[in-house]
């Protein structure tokens, strides 16, 4: 067996909850019991929905993505990802026999875009790279896709 270790003292990559799709599922903060974060939820499996629904009970989505991030995500969506993102956002019920069996109320998403077009900001960012940076950009966005993604990030 392992010893428990407290979240505190764990890396953010140990705090992320074992799931299978869903990436980076974990508590915001320790500080912040019940709050998460992840990536989208949209490649969900069978697992990561239960771990969501009933797991960790989560029945409030802040999505912070841009319309267009959405629907990207929305059209390589899993079945099981599709299911659950029309849960949030027809307010499905919880309660015993429902998709999430664990509790009462409903299931909500709040739509809070961050920013309205996230590839005009990343186009931004390119134009403002110093003239040797811009070089690097033009190399890596031909032939390293990654790369080029983390140096805009890293910018």
Not at 18 to 26: D, E, G, S, Y
Not at 62 to 85: M, N, Y
Not at 104 to 128: N, S
Request: aromatic share 6%; hydrophobic share 45%; with cysteine.
């Amino acid at each position: 067996t392992h010893p428990v270790v407290p979240v505190q003292q764990r890396s953010a990559r140990a705090r992320c909850l074992p799931q299978l799709n869903v990436q980076n599922l974990r508590p915001v903060s320790p500080s912040l019991p019940g709050i998460y974060r992840s990536a989208a939820f949209e490649q969900a499996t069978d697992a990561d929905a239960a771990l969501i629904l009933d797991g960790v009970r989560i029945r409030t989505v802040l999505d912070l993505r841009s319309q267009d991030e959405i629907d990207k995500a929305l059209a390589a969506a899993t079945p099981v990802g599709r299911a659950l993102f029309a849960a949030y956002a027809d307010g499905a019920p919880v309660g015993p026999g429902q998709l999430a069996s664990e509790g009462t109320g409903r299931l909500r998403r709040v739509h809070v875009p961050l920013l309205a077009d996230v590839d005009a900001f990343w186009v931004e960012v390119a134009t403002r790279l110093s003239p040797a940076k811009k070089a690097e950009a033009m190399l890596y966005r031909s032939v390293d896709g990654k790369r080029y993604d983390r140096l805009l990030y890293d910018e």
